[in-house]
């Protein structure tokens, strides 16, 4: 498979104490995105996911290391990298109709009016927000400007779409129907997708892969997790699949020891992130041990 | 009955109230009685004194100018709709020039950290001058008492623009740029694309504070330069003794500067957003 989107060592550091000082968020940072996966991260607060998104976007640069898209290094925002904000970024004097035309217009520049609003009219579709399509962003719900959201940034085909705790403002009920939207149109677009997010489910329902990132200050991407479940998947029947609980409690074990451990051995200096992240698949762990035991 | 019956039924009782003590405490200005000598006629003891006039009397006076109001019989007999107009012409001549210097100023500085450090110390000086003060320096360069005025509007009508224009670019949401930005807008598109909408309900309330604060200057400016406008109107006729006509255009002045402020209130609901 080819490597998409790679980046390598990457570390971020932030002036403190008025400059005299620098805090490390994050170094050595390693991975791969292939074309059409999902990938996922999770970590606790502060660790400095938003800090790798901005940095994929080309909203913000890193202190050292290297993104490359495609082999080409990214120096700024383009529109090739979507980005679907936390708190929705629509410009709240413009129609969501408006809202995506001017996306698209930014994208396509020779596309001729008509056919920009019947792209726009087809993704607000895709959301189901059509018959909203002339209504301002204070006059919808969270959700449905969230979704207007996600349409936006889909309008203008990005190679990589880019996503910061997409759902992370919304009540779970929502949560889930769009959720279950998402799987839908990543399904049908094979769109390649990076995701921040606080939701091991969110993570585990969306994601070929999932990255582990450890406690910061100094975080690292300690673990790939391999999601090892075919897809369409549905919240409804991915609970049902074995690999589900193995995954999760993986997850859930590293997020609430695993990442503190980690650090705690990077700073005593009793492991080596040379290797960093390291791929796991849990499932296929447990078939093993069990073949083991068995034999 | 609903609280906005209520407020208008108190209205019109405090006018009335209003109206019946003014009638009270104010007098007529008659002296004397009938059988005057023809020394005091040849005085002028047979007109009336000089006085507060009573609402009544100021209505009157009112009714009669408004029904010419554009008669033009010299320099000191000008309709009260003549006076006003040279007035508001003054005001938005400078007011319009303000405009054009205070959005892109503002625009720089609230776009730019540098500019913004840069013109502060002299915003911040020049900003509390009473703008008649420049009177004098604006008479000796441009030679002529209107567009001394138009120029003393322009000062004093720069600031609140020039503050509120660059303070709404300032604060316009980051998250807002980054879509810009994400878009791969360039700086000319982002700014009208962008900041300009973010920022004009910011920058219609400096124009509103600006509008006010013209308003509240044409007429000492004319005070001092004379000539015409309302304010001429005003000081002349004081020197004229008339009081009635002073009242008068008090209320004219309130009236017109709530009438220009309600203009620029409804052209700001074109651009205004809720969050």
Redesign the interface.
């Known amino acids: 498979m080819k490597q998409f989107l790679k980046v390598k060592d990457l570390v971020k550091k932030f002036p403190i104490n008025n400059g005299k000082e620098e805090l490390t968020v994050f170094k050595n940072i390693n991975f791969t995105i292939n074309k059409g996966e999902f990938v996922s991260i999770i970590g606790h607060s502060g660790c400095g996911k938003s800090t790798v998104l901005n940095n994929l976007a080309g909203l913000d640069m890193p202190t050292e290391g290297k993104i490359s898209m495609l082999d080409k290094p990214i120096t700024g925002p383009s529109l090739d990298r979507g980005v679907i904000f936390q708190n929705h970024s629509l410009l709240p004097w413009l129609s969501a109709f408006k809202n995506i035309t001017m996306a698209i217009h930014c994208k396509f520049k020779d596309m001729p009016k008509e056919k920009a609003e019947e792209r726009a009219i087809r993704f607000l579709e895709m959301v189901g927000l059509k018959d909203a399509m002339n209504k301002k962003p204070s006059e919808l719900s969270g959700g449905m400007k969230q979704r207007v959201g996600i349409a936006r940034a889909f309008s203008i085909a990005p190679s990589l779409l880019l996503m910061d705790e997409p759902f992370g403002a919304l009540d779970a009920l929502t949560r889930g129907k769009l959720q279950d939207q998402l799987v839908e149109i990543c399904d049908k677009t094979q769109q390649t997708t990076f995701m921040i997010t606080h939701d091991i489910d969110e993570a585990i329902l969306l994601s070929d892969k999932i990255l582990l990132m450890s406690n910061g200050p100094e975080a690292r991407v300690a673990k790939e997790i391999i999601v090892d479940i075919p897809k369409p998947r549905s919240r409804a029947s991915i609970i049902k699949h074995p690999a589900y609980y193995e995954v999760r409690n993986y997850l859930v074990d590293f997020l609430v020891e695993g990442s503190e451990t980690v650090r705690q051995k990077l700073l005593d200096g009793n492991l080596n992130d040379e290797s960093f992240p390291i791929q796991v698949n849990p499932y296929q762990e447990k078939i093993n041990s069990k073949k083991l035991q068995t034999a | 009955m609903t609280e906005k019956r209520k407020a208008i039924l108190l209205s019109i009782s405090l006018l009335i109230g209003f109206i019946i003590i003014g009638e009270l405490v104010t007098g007529n200005g008659k002296r004397g009685g009938e059988n005057l000598t023809e020394y005091q006629q040849l005085m002028g003891m047979g007109e009336p004194q000089a006085h507060v006039p009573g609402p009544l009397e100021v209505f009157k006076l009112g009714f009669k100018e408004l029904s010419h109001p554009f008669y033009d019989n010299g320099p000191n007999d000008k309709g009260i709709g003549t006076q006003l107009f040279y007035s508001i012409a003054r005001v938005l001549a400078g007011f319009s020039l303000a405009v054009l210097f205070a959005l892109p100023i503002g625009f720089l500085i609230g776009m730019s950290p540098l500019f913004y450090k840069a013109l502060q110390p002299y915003i911040q000086i020049l900003k509390p001058v009473s703008p008649l003060a420049w009177m004098p320096l604006a008479l000796f360069i441009i030679k002529d008492s209107i567009m001394s005025s138009v120029f003393v509007i322009f000062i004093c009508s720069i600031w609140p623009m020039l503050i509120n224009t660059a303070f709404g670019v300032m604060s316009v949401k980051k998250?807002?740029l980054?879509?810009g930005?994400?878009?791969?807008?360039g700086n000319f598109k982002t700014a009208f694309?962008?900041i300009l909408?973010?920022a004009?309900p910011t920058i219609f309330t400096g124009m509103r504070i600006s509008m006010g604060i013209s308003w509240l200057v044409i007429v000492a400016a004319e005070m001092l330069v004379g000539g015409t406008g309302i304010g001429y109107y005003v000081w002349n006729e004081w020197n004229n003794l008339d009081l009635s006509s002073v009242v008068f255009s008090i209320l004219m002045i309130g009236i017109v500067g709530m009438f220009l402020d309600t203009i620029i209130a409804y052209f700001s609901t074109f651009?205004v957003?809720?969050?």
């Open positions: 998250d807002w980054n879509v930005k994400t878009l791969e807008m694309k962008v909408p973010a004009l651009f957003y809720q969050e």
